[in-house]
């Protein structure tokens, strides 16, 4: 069965410092995707990666993929105030997508 | 273009009911998948039609149901409720049958009292 951990669940960080979001997930799938989900609203996408060493970057935040490893990384930089939100990491099956638990991120000014 | 539509937007049912919830995936898209998000947690899959049909099913018990319409919309279907059942319910398109990149509504909100 499909299974997708995350750490930190909860991390609260001062602005203008780095951090990294661990993504570990538990079959040899090649898709593992990133989302942003604010307070009582839906999920935006941030990342699809797609391939072994893929990585993308938006802004302050840069995805990686090391699926050898079964692990993904989201890392924050220079972390600002409007980034305060709730991180979710997802693996690609066939059919469906398997979420974990997310992340909880508060940045303080 | 217009996004993934998802009515209504809020809806307070009563222990025992039924409740209904409708998807309208983006204009191109064949594929709509259900997931079920509690209070929190990470969302979980619920369905996945493709064409009409199903093609997933998550693990959930027999009160749900699902089908999708020839303009490739679709309901959910809720029986029985119970208070468990109050969650936020994302509905998401995607252009075909496999997994690449889905796009997700804005979401129902269900409360069970």
């Known amino acids: 069965e499909l299974k997708v951990e995350q750490n930190p669940l909860f991390l609260s960080m001062q602005e203008g410092k780095n951090y990294t979001i661990y993504c570990n997930y538990s079959t040899t799938s090649d898709r593992l995707y990133w989302y942003r989900q604010d307070p009582g609203k839906s999920l935006e996408s941030l990342f699809v990666?797609?391939?072994?060493?893929a990585v993308k970057q938006e802004g302050r935040l840069m995805a990686s993929l090391d699926t050898k490893a079964r692990l993904s990384t989201l890392h924050i930089t220079a972390a600002v105030h409007d980034l305060s939100a709730t991180y979710f990491c997802a693996e690609g099956g066939a059919q469906k997508l398997v979420f974990g638990q997310g992340t909880r991120l508060t940045i303080n000014p | 273009d217009a996004g993934v539509t998802q009515s209504p937007t809020h809806l307070i049912k009563t222990r025992g009911q039924q409740v209904t919830l409708r998807c309208s995936p983006i204009?191109?898209?064949?594929?709509v998948s259900w997931y079920q998000q509690v209070l929190g947690q990470g969302p979980q899959f619920i369905f996945q039609y493709y064409e009409k049909e199903e093609r997933g099913r998550g693990n959930f018990p027999d009160r749900f149901s699902a089908r999708q319409f020839p303009n490739y919309s679709s309901e959910l279907n809720v029986n029985a409720l119970l208070l468990g059942d109050s969650a936020l319910y994302l509905c998401a398109s995607r252009i075909g049958d496999r997994l690449i990149e889905q796009f997700f509504g804005p979401g129902t909100r269900l409360t069970v009292l």
């Open positions: 990666l797609l391939s072994n060493g």
């Open positions: 204009s191109g898209h064949k594929s």
